[in-house]
């Protein structure tokens, strides 16, 4: 696992800093979604919910890569590229609400659908290079 530098961790940490999510198509293509972010115990968490097309392109162990601009300066970014560790539907719920709070100032996410199922993603860093 690659530590992100105690110099970018506000990028993921305090920052309401949008991570850009590549992921892989079934048929190789890739994919790019804007996300929120956090960051515990070493991995970057995201969320979202079943059905959507990064939900299905992620398991576990697929390879990942998140760019995250700081949203003061865009010069400055963090690049990672990692693996999904885990996929958890167990907390999805708590996590998306503690998002809400971060980047939004809500306590709940206040954009839930009926029927909607959360999922919660860890991904581990196993590279990380910056500029800024």
Do not use: C
């Amino acid at each position: 696992m690659a530590a992100i530098p105690d110099n970018y961790l506000d990028l993921v940490q305090q920052k309401k800093a949008f991570a850009n999510l590549a992921t892989m198509m079934p048929d190789g293509t890739p994919q790019v979604t804007p996300i929120w972010i956090d960051y515990a115990d070493g991995k970057i968490r995201m969320n979202t919910a079943k059905g959507r097309t990064k939900a299905r392109n992620l398991k576990a162990g697929v390879p990942v890569a998140l760019s995250i601009m700081d949203p003061d300066n865009p010069y400055r970014y963090v690049q990672i590229r990692g693996r999904v560790t885990s996929a958890q539907e167990n907390g999805a719920d708590a996590h998306i609400d503690a998002l809400a709070k971060k980047y939004l100032d809500k306590d709940k996410y206040p954009f839930r659908q009926p029927g909607e199922v959360r999922i919660m993603y860890e991904i581990e860093p196993l590279s990380v290079s910056g500029m800024g």
